[in-house]
């Protein structure tokens, strides 16, 4: 029974089990970034705009391939790397001993991946599922999944290097290295060292008995009460430094797509974009969770109301333009005696003249003296009313042994409806 009691509790004091209670506990925020892309991939948010084809069936340069997963999966990783960063931030000096390990961060990100793992999983169930429901074939199939893997490696190991060639560990500094400190407190720091186990015990109260290290090895967690304290927090703060400037590269990375949307090859597939979105959020939150610690909630509303009145409240806002059209002219005056200006017998006749030629035309292909002419009007509405105006469209023109499209002079109507008979 004893043996039993103490195999639970190893599993439960284990580094991976840990972190999991910790982001339950502390990290909700964060975690609901996960809960949002599962509910994407499963339709649970944004079925009706086909939200989760973005990730299932992601489109680049108009192709589903290879290289459009591979862009998900180089996305991904971004976001599981912000993840990892901002959980580093705010929780490492929780467990002191990663500061005693070779490559710490490298380290805490494998025992922190739990959650990207499972993710990825049920990311490739879906993805399997929705393929084979759609026809296609298994090397297809293979080629989506080794481009998302292609895309994942890619961009993990950009991270792997930089961190490798950034980040110091206790085995680049001299562990018997003495701060200089003032004669009249050297007896305060030689108590000090005495009590240093049980101050960071007291300072740090999360138990971890093991870790899984960067070989994929289960390990006893060590004591770091030898180590000078010193030489630990300069460990962590150089660590929080290089991943705040990785968090800044995030966010300038994200602003320059958009820039950057007029060439072609840099209108990455949509879903890429959200996850690029979402690290982008998370690296923000997680900078301003550490470094205002308490004040971050209020921060965090503050900059969303000022955001707001900058937005709503000001001339300054940006404008979309439509392509093709010149924007530099003069205004069009848009009031009623401008509208009367274009309603005069001339310009009235002109058009009535332009139409009798194009319904003569019409008439001519036919052959008869009066050929059924057919006028259709579509409904707004949305994705339901583009599917129902295509659909009814398609149904009747076979009905009709496709005389319906020939007999046709005219499809008006608004919105969604319109955007179906255009597709149609």
């Given at each position: 029974?004893?043996?039993?009691?103490?195999?639970?509790?190893?599993?439960?004091y284990a580094f991976p089990i840990q972190l999991i209670v910790l982001h339950f506990k502390k990290n909700v925020l964060l975690l609901s970034f996960w809960a949002v892309l599962l509910l994407f991939i499963t339709g649970g948010i944004g079925k009706t705009f086909g939200l989760k084809y973005l990730f299932l069936d992601p489109e680049y340069l108009n192709q589903v391939n290879f290289w459009s997963f591979y862009f998900i999966g180089l996305a991904f990783a971004g976001f599981v790397t912000a993840w990892n960063i901002s959980t580093y931030l705010l929780h490492s000096t929780r467990f002191p001993f990663i500061a005693s390990l070779h490559r710490p961060f490298i380290q805490f990100s494998v025992n922190n991946?739990?959650?990207?793992?499972?993710?990825?999983?049920?990311?490739?169930?879906?993805?399997?599922?929705f393929q084979n429901e759609n026809g296609a074939d298994s090397l297809t199939l293979w080629r989506y999944l080794l481009g998302f893997v292609a895309g994942f490696s890619t961009s993990l190991l950009l991270f792997v290097v930089y961190f490798r060639l950034t980040n110091k560990d206790i085995f680049s500094?001299?562990?018997?290295?003495?701060?200089?400190?003032?004669?009249?407190?050297?007896g305060l720091v030689r108590q000090r060292d005495k009590n240093q186990e049980r101050?960071?015990?007291d300072r740090h109260k999360w138990r971890v008995d093991f870790y899984i290290s960067g070989g994929l090895r289960l390990r006893r967690v060590r004591s770091v009460a030898h180590y000078n304290q010193n030489i630990l927090t300069e460990i962590f703060n150089q660590h929080h430094k290089n991943a705040t400037i990785l968090q800044l590269i995030t966010i300038v990375a994200l602003?320059?797509?958009?820039f950057l949307m007029d060439f072609k090859e840099f209108r990455i597939p949509a879903g890429a974009s959200i996850m690029i979105l979402f690290a982008m959020f998370t690296s923000v939150l997680g900078a301003l969770w550490y470094w205002l610690r308490g004040w971050h909630v209020f921060t965090i509303l503050s900059l969303l109301i000022i955001i707001n009145i900058a937005t709503v409240h000001t001339d300054k806002k940006f404008k979309n333009k439509a392509y093709g059209l010149?924007?530099?002219?003069?205004?069009?005056?848009?009031?009623?005696?401008?509208?009367?200006?274009?309603?005069?017998?001339?310009?009235?006749?002109?058009?009535?003249d332009k139409t009798i030629v194009i319904l003569n035309n019409w008439r001519r292909k036919f052959g008869e003296k009066k050929p059924k002419l057919v006028i259709i009007g579509v409904s707004g509405g949305g994705l339901r009313a583009s599917l129902w105006s295509m659909r009814v469209l398609q149904y009747s023109d076979s009905l009709s042994n496709g005389n319906l499209t020939k007999q046709t002079t005219l499809i008006t109507g608004a919105s969604g409806g319109m955007l179906g008979a255009a597709y149609y």
């Open positions: 029974m004893t043996t039993m009691k103490q195999k639970l509790l190893n599993i439960l991946s739990l959650f990207p793992t499972l993710f990825i999983v049920f990311y490739f169930y879906k993805i399997i599922h500094y001299d562990v018997n290295k003495r701060y200089k400190t003032p004669k009249f407190l050297r101050t960071i015990v602003i320059s797509l958009g010149n924007y530099h002219t003069e205004k069009a005056i848009y009031h009623n005696d401008s509208v009367r200006t274009l309603q005069n017998p001339t310009i009235i006749q002109n058009d009535i």
